[in-house]
């Protein structure tokens, strides 16, 4: 017989098992019930919140004017010891509370090249797969938070030289030593984020929503299905299913939270935002989420809405390229679903 050293197959056949809380309602009061049963599981596996919140203490570090945007470097504090910075852009010749996007940066030099900065704060002299998409939010009308997610950039731990390195290793190992994850420790940042521009005037509360491609599609679908402020979603070069490509192709530790998988797939965690409005991009030559697992779970998620009743607000599109913003689809899905929204009064 001959030797079966390779663990792909029996691997494989571990991911076979159908996961605890797969979506299987037929009517909007099952699903209600599956949503809140998955959610409570979903914030565990993630090593849950602090019970008590801190006291933000928000401040601005600098604040600069662009041709077309206000732009402000903010400091907040999420968890006691642990500060989160952050860009706040404003469009100018604007008035009354804005649509707000939280804009999520993925594996890279951190949030500078979101605002069309390179490490050193001087502007970016070549686009990177982000495609500066902060920016062309500000320019289409919206409020935009940029947060530097933990691991990166001015978040990373110690003194690293390589501006493109990260600490997500040490920091997700100590989560997990902990019985945490850095994905937890993330989502929990953007939340506190939310909860800063809920104290700005210039921002609406009632229209907030997220753009996040790769590590920060990553925390943008799991924010938005733990976080019902997010009215609208775009996820870019994430969506897909956990067996196809974050078990099946080499990912930063960071993507990992233990015994997910028993409960979810990925459409499970993206059937968690229903009804809200949520678009999801890939490109047809990603090589990390793979586009046939991509169109499989966009169906899957798909499915979900429809016993929602709300089909038109789950959408998406394949588009040629690699692992890269795309956007074209993504803007007037949030045109429609986050900006015709009526303004609070």
């Known amino acids: 017989m001959k030797p079966t050293f390779d663990p792909t197959r029996w691997k494989n056949a571990q991911l076979a098992a159908k996961p605890r809380f797969a979506f299987e309602a037929q009517n909007k009061a099952d699903a209600r019930r599956w949503q809140a049963q998955l959610r409570r599981r979903v914030k565990a596996r993630l090593g849950g919140f ?14 600069s004017e662009q041709s077309e945007y206000s732009q402000e470097e903010i400091a907040l504090q999420s968890r006691d010891s642990l500060e989160v ?110 909860d800063y521009l809920q104290t700005r005037p210039e921002v609406d509360a009632k229209r907030f929503g997220v753009i996040g491609i790769s590590g920060g599609g990553t925390n943008a679908l799991f924010l938005s299905a733990l976080d019902a402020r997010i009215k609208a979603t775009v996820i870019s070069g994430y969506t897909n299913t956990f067996r196809d490509s974050i078990c099946a192709v080499p990912h930063c530790i960071d993507n990992f939270v233990p015994g997910l998988l028993q409960d979810a797939e990925m459409s ?21 989420f793979p586009v046939a697992a991509f169109r499989q779970t966009l169906h899957d998620v798909k499915r979900i809405y429809k016993v929602w009743g709300a089909q038109a607000q789950c959408s998406g599109e394949v588009f040629e390229g690699e692992h890269q913003f795309h956007g074209v689809g993504a803007w007037k899905f949030l045109t429609k679903n986050l900006r015709a929204m009526r303004p609070e009064p």
């Not at 602090?50 to 604040?63: E, F, G, I, W, Y």
């Not at 965690?269 to 990603?286: H, Q, S, Y």
């Open 50 to 63: 602090p019970n008590q919140k801190t006291n933000l203490r928000a401040r601005v570090l600098r604040r």
């Open 85 to 194: 910075f952050g860009y706040f852009l404003l469009p100018k010749n604007t008035s009354g509370p804005l649509p707000t996007l939280l804009c999520l940066h993925g594996h890279g030099m951190g949030v500078n090249p979101l605002v069309g900065l390179d490490h050193d704060g001087q502007p970016l002299q070549t686009l990177d797969y982000l495609h500066g998409f902060a920016i062309q939010a500000v320019k289409r009308g919206y409020a935009v938070f940029a947060p530097e997610l933990l691991g990166f950039g001015r978040r990373r731990e110690g003194e690293i030289e390589n501006p493109h390195q990260s600490s997500c290793q040490t920091l997700a190992g100590t989560a997990l030593m902990l019985g945490q994850t850095l994905l937890g420790w993330r989502v929990y940042d953007t939340m506190r984020v939310l």
């Open 268 to 288: 499970d965690i993206a059937g968690l935002v229903a009804p809200r409005a949520l678009w999801c991009e890939n490109g047809d030559a990603d090589p990390i």
